[in-house]
């Protein structure tokens, strides 16, 4: 006897006599009535290459942890690899928060049912405003990267203008995104560097500023490690042209160094993987932008923002929106930006983890990095034909390491790190093509003294075979 088919096993509602059911309610004869719009040429009319469903859950589980097997995590070796995406500790209460049902599952939701939810955004909202000295702070967009797209796009709308200057030592992903989110309606120029420092050439910036600029993007730390310390030297320069300052930065230096509000940023915006998200392999990241509170600014955030007010209750409070018709989910279409889903589950982590910390956990973290950078630079410098850093300025927790003088290519040096069980710095060589064979390094309090000394010994190892 035929076993009926009781549908996949992994899609709901695929039984055919459920199927037929939801196609009866709607008025549609099959499936493929719902593609009727989609040019028959375009459709797809094969046979899929999809393997058999794994029905029995212990062997599909069985399954999945072999192919998880086949990758290797910073779990099982020592990684210096940074470059926007850290191997920070990730406290256990952040896991434990984060994972509470409440807000797992809280994807929307509106003030009068999930109070919860839009209080703990904005505590969140408030915690990162104190760090970086900012009245304002937003929900977390998707990552760092649309934090300083929209940030450039809220600071053409402001000034009215359309070019945006962009310091040249800049990943070059996050340029590639900025120019693909801006150029729709503003033009992207790129300033020079100073090869021997890697900040910006200041006498090129100031050539380019006009009354056309609507901001200079500067980051600081930056992509290569560099601290800029003319902050206000720039901040000056923009605001003398009528231009803003938008400033990109790592949210857990600011525990010892000096927030950009306080060299004249007007637009602050960042990443939160490193306030307690993992890295899932690149993808537990969500972007802050913050600001001043003046109104004609906050007007042209396009993001969602909470605030709190008093309610009819005596000594009741509740959380909402704030200038919620700011936004394209009341305008629709005709918004200044569009505005989806947010990485809202990662700012509830950060708000945990900056609670936790507090103003002197966040110190001792980054007087730690600092610390443990400069102990790392120091053995490296040790090396024959090892520079580090490379650049000539100062650093936090990222700087460059030049390998020109060994002989051999950063590609071949990691390659012989990963036998021993090393993720060594990101290779440069292709995006920065001036420095040669220079590598990104980075480190956190995950790295021991003991991990950085057998990291030395390997490499002298892997040089002294050449």
């Known amino acids: 006897m035929a076993q009926e088919y009781r549908g996949h096993p992994y899609i709901p509602n695929s039984v055919p006599a ?42 599909l589980r069985k399954h999945v942890e072999g192919i998880l097997a086949k990758n290797t995590s910073c779990a099982e070796v020592t990684s210096f690899l940074g470059a926007g995406c850290y191997d920070h500790y990730v ?3 952040c896991d434990e928060v984060n994972r509470r049902s409440e807000f797992l599952t809280a994807y929307a939701g509106e003030p009068y049912e999930d109070f919860g939810r839009f209080q703990t955004l904005w505590e969140y909202q408030s915690l990162m405003a104190e760090l970086l000295d900012m009245d304002v702070c937003t929900v977390p967009t998707y990552d760092g990267f649309q934090a300083a797209c929209t940030a ?8 009215g203008r359309d070019l945006v200057l962009v310091a040249g030592a800049i990943g070059p992903d996050k340029l590639r995104a900025i120019r693909n989110y801006c150029e729709p309606v503003m033009a992207v120029r790129t300033l020079a560097t100073d ?78 993987q490193t306030l307690g998200n993992h890295m ?36 009741e409070y509740g959380f909402g929106d704030v200038a919620y018709d700011r936004t394209s989910f009341a305008h629709r279409e005709k918004g200044k930006e569009f505005v989806g889903t947010a990485s809202a589950l990662h700012g509830i982590t950060a708000g945990v983890y900056l609670a936790l910390m507090g103003p002197a956990g966040m110190r001792e973290l980054g007087v730690h990095l600092l610390q443990k950078a400069q102990y790392l630079v120091k053995r490296l410098g040790e090396m024959s034909g090892v520079k580090a850093p490379a650049l000539a300025a100062p650093f936090f927790k990222e700087f460059t390491v030049d390998f020109n003088g060994t002989g051999r290519t950063v590609a071949d040096i990691n390659r012989a790190l990963l036998a021993q069980g090393i993720f060594g710095g990101k290779d440069l060589s292709a995006d920065f093509p ?3 064979q220079t590598a ?27």
């Open 18 to 59: 459920v199927k037929a059911e939801m196609l009866e309610a709607i008025g549609a004869g099959s499936i493929d009535d719902l593609y009727a719009d989609i040019p028959a040429g375009l459709r797809f009319t094969g046979v899929m290459a999809i393997p058999e469903a794994i029905e029995a859950e212990s062997e």
């Open 440 to 466: 990104l390094y980075a480190v956190t309090e995950q790295i021991s003294q003991e991990e950085i000394d057998r990291f030395i010994t390997m490499l002298a190892a892997t040089l002294g075979g050449n």
């Open 195 to 272: 090869p021997r420092t890697g900040l910006v050439d200041l006498d090129h910036l100031g050539s380019q500023l006009d009354a056309t600029v609507a901001a200079i993007y500067l980051e600081n730390p930056g992509y290569l490690g560099v601290l800029e310390s003319r902050g206000q030297q720039i901040a000056d320069q923009a605001h003398t042209h009528g231009a803003l300052l938008v400033v990109g930065t790592e949210p857990n230096s600011l525990g010892v160094l000096t927030p950009p509000s306080q060299y004249g940023a007007d637009l602050v915006c960042g990443d939160i």
């Open 91 to 93: 406290p256990a209460i």
């Open 152 to 159: 450039l796009r809220m600071a053409g709308r402001y000034t």
């Open 434 to 436: 001036a420095l040669g």
């Open 280 to 315: 899932n392999f690149g993808g537990g990241l969500g972007g802050f932008i913050a600001s001043r509170d003046e109104e004609r600014l906050i007007m042209e955030y396009p993001s969602r923002l909470f605030g709190i007010s008093t309610t009819e209750a005596p000594g």
